[in-house]
């Protein structure tokens, strides 16, 4: 009998063991997995800096790269330009902190970003201007376009209202005086002496219909990715200040110290003196210096 219980004894404590480590490790993992929780939430920016331009504009890239090698060292900080595709993506990592800033939008189409999804974002100040203009492969100037022309402007509205209030301030439309020219839309014409049949579509699309319409109206960055040469472009007046490319940051990291050496060096007035003396093709007339008015 002795010898029975003893071994019973001993091989009851095995499971006890067993369990208690089971649970000291169970403890240290949740323990871990809180403190990480905790902290995810902390985004501290280091000396290098991500800014987002969007790919299909190359010349935002030279604009972060200029300010990146001649600008940032005197501020203290490295940048990084970097590139992504989907700009409603970009904009929730800059509101996250994975990214800096961006400079791909005018305030008017942020506002439609922001609405639509609730990020926490502020242009900070504006940089820079698109060139915006009429394009035509069939006539060289605005005056020779004829009765009932097939004219097509960006379906967006914000770039939609930029395009109809630049025919408006020509002289080639009227838009109702009860809506804010800037978010005007094709029904919000009241005059159109000339008749002209305007359709919409997408920015990216209005290069490869040139030759099938009358005039398009866009921006020449568009036009110069779709090769096609700034001489079918028949008028290129200033663009609003309204619409100028603002540096767009996170709200709540407006005052870190990082992110505002990134606001100083992107209002360093060199960057202004590189868009007015540049001639790098890709920046030169479709980046242009903010307009006074």
């Known amino acids: 009998m002795a010898n029975n219980t003893n071994f019973q004894l001993k091989k009851n404590k095995k499971p006890f063991i067993w369990i208690i480590a089971v649970l000291v490790v169970a403890v240290i993992a949740a323990a871990v997995f809180y403190v990480k929780s905790k902290g995810s939430d902390t985004v501290v920016f280091g000396d290098t800096l991500k800014v987002h331009f969007e790919p299909a504009m190359a010349g935002e890239e030279r604009i972060i790269q200029y300010v990146a090698k001649n600008i940032a060292p005197d501020y203290g900080i490295k940048i990084e330009a970097v590139g992504l595709q989907d700009p409603v993506q970009a904009d929730r990592a800059v509101a996250d902190g994975q990214y800096a800033a961006t400079i791909y939008q005018h305030q008017w189409w942020l506002k439609q970003v922001v609405d639509a999804n609730g990020f926490d974002l502020t242009p900070v100040f504006p940089i820079f201007q698109w060139g915006f203009g009429i394009y035509s492969d069939k006539h060289q100037s ?114 870190d110290l990082q992110i505002k050496k990134l606001q100083q060096a992107f209002a360093d007035p060199r960057l202004r003196e590189y868009l007015e003396t540049t001639d790098d093709p890709l920046v030169q007339g479709v980046l242009t210096p903010v307009s006074d008015n």
Request: hydrophobic share 45%; glycine share 8%; charged share 25%.
């Open 142 to 255: 605005i005056d020779e376009l004829p009765e009932g022309a097939v004219v097509v402007v960006p379906v967006d509205g914000a770039n939609q209202g930029q395009a109809l209030w630049l025919l408006q301030r020509e002289g080639l439309i009227d838009l109702n005086e009860n809506i804010e020219p800037r978010v005007a839309k094709i029904r919000d014409i009241v005059s159109n002496p000339r008749n002209f049949q305007f359709k919409e579509l997408d920015l990216l699309t209005l290069p490869r219909i040139l030759d099938s319409v009358d005039a398009a109206v866009g921006y020449v960055l568009q036009f110069d990715a779709g090769k096609i040469p700034r001489e079918k472009g028949i008028l290129f007046p200033p663009p609003p200040r309204t619409f100028a490319s603002q540096l767009v940051i996170g709200t709540k990291f407006l005052d």
